[in-house]
């Protein structure tokens, strides 16, 4: 079923949370520029599993409000601790995808990991996604002030490119259309202003203060945040793991969805 949690006094984001008699809870935080339908193969089968499954869409995107201002870490980890209270979650599994990801790290050092019990990052983009003067790693600033031009010239091609580097599995032309409606269903200001982010902000200080078991899936064909990036989170993340998805780039909760599924319920389960 899907419902709206008041965040702020004029800010709504829908949740679908699928299975809520489940045993255990899964909250999944989508990356960039999606919503939580990017999650479908695993909402169709963890529940069947005996897992409840939570999908927010955070501000801006997908079914959410879209407010001209909020879309730092701090506030968008914020808005997850409101609906994690709202909701009365307790020893939930805390899942996100690449900028999703971010969000869930900014989470756990912001909110002290509030209710966490295991953490599951997928192609997270931290500590930064972009080079810096101290951080080799990432992609070229120059490319994501291209991504902003492009969101506010010709937000359609813009997405139509991204998506076309996001799986190294072959998709179809279907179910490429059917991502680019996802990336459209986003406030164009919300789409630039997460960009934006990503040339501000940093994580290197709230990897440290992360203290719960975290999984760390990455594909290594990755060519939105590169590979390097999880070989940092694992080094930065104590009592962390990684593993390499060999036939995955972005978006390998799609590219190997069955591993990827089978590799999480391990993971909650050990």
């Given at each position: 079923?899907?419902?709206?949690?008041?965040?702020?006094?004029n800010?709504?984001?829908?949740?679908?949370?699928?299975?809520?008699?489940?045993?255990?809870?899964?909250?999944?935080?989508?990356?960039?520029?999606?919503?939580?339908?990017?999650?479908?193969?695993?909402?169709?089968?963890?529940?069947?599993?005996?897992?409840?499954?939570?999908?927010?869409?955070?501000?801006?995107?997908?079914?959410?409000?879209?407010?001209?201002?909020?879309?730092?870490?701090?506030?968008?980890?914020?808005d997850v601790?409101?609906?994690?209270?709202?909701l009365?979650?307790?020893?939930?599994?805390?899942?996100?995808?690449?900028?999703?990801?971010?969000?869930?790290?900014?989470?756990?050092?912001?909110?002290?990991?509030?209710?966490?019990s295991?953490?599951?990052?997928?192609?997270?983009?931290?500590?930064?996604?972009?080079?810096?003067?101290?951080?080799?790693?990432?992609?070229?600033?120059?490319?994501?002030?291209?991504?902003?031009?492009?969101?506010y010239?010709?937000?359609?091609?813009?997405?139509?490119?991204?998506?076309?580097?996001?799986?190294?599995?072959?998709?179809?032309?279907?179910?490429?259309?059917?991502?680019?409606?996802?990336?459209?269903?986003?406030?164009?200001?919300?789409?630039?202003a997460?960009?934006?982010?990503?040339?501000?902000?940093?994580?290197?200080?709230?990897?440290?203060?992360?203290?719960?078991?975290?999984?760390?899936?990455?594909?290594?064909?990755?060519?939105?945040?590169?590979?390097?990036l999880?070989q940092v989170?694992?080094?930065?993340?104590?009592?962390?793991?990684?593993?390499?998805?060999?036939?995955?780039?972005?978006?390998?909760?799609?590219?190997?969805?069955?591993?990827?599924?089978?590799?999480?319920?391990?993971?909650?389960?050990?």
């Open positions: 079923m899907g419902y709206y949690v008041r965040v702020q006094p800010v709504k984001v829908y949740v679908e949370d699928l299975n809520q008699e489940g045993d255990k809870t899964i909250v999944f935080l989508h990356g960039w520029p999606g919503s939580h339908k990017l999650f479908e193969y695993q909402f169709n089968e963890l529940p069947k599993r005996g897992y409840r499954c939570i999908g927010i869409d955070q501000r801006g995107f997908g079914k959410s409000d879209k407010p001209f201002t909020g879309y730092d870490y701090n506030r968008l980890s914020d601790r409101t609906v994690v209270e709202t009365k979650l307790k020893n939930f599994i805390l899942a996100g995808h690449s900028t999703g990801g971010s969000i869930a790290i900014r989470y756990m050092a912001r909110h002290n990991g509030y209710e966490v295991k953490l599951a990052l997928f192609a997270a983009a931290a500590p930064s996604l972009i080079k810096r003067p101290n951080f080799p790693y990432g992609l070229d600033r120059e490319t994501i002030v291209n991504i902003i031009k492009g969101t010239t010709d937000r359609p091609k813009m997405l139509n490119d991204f998506g076309n580097i996001f799986f190294f599995q072959h998709i179809t032309e279907p179910f490429s259309y059917w991502f680019l409606q996802l990336g459209l269903q986003a406030a164009g200001w919300a789409t630039a997460i960009a934006n982010t990503w040339l501000r902000e940093t994580l290197f200080s709230d990897l440290g203060k992360i203290n719960v078991p975290t999984l760390i899936i990455h594909g290594i064909h990755d060519k939105v945040v590169p590979f390097q999880a989170q694992k080094q930065g993340i104590k009592n962390s793991k990684l593993i390499p998805f060999r036939y995955s780039g972005h978006g390998s909760f799609y590219d190997q969805r069955d591993k990827f599924n089978e590799e999480l319920i391990n993971f909650i389960e050990e």
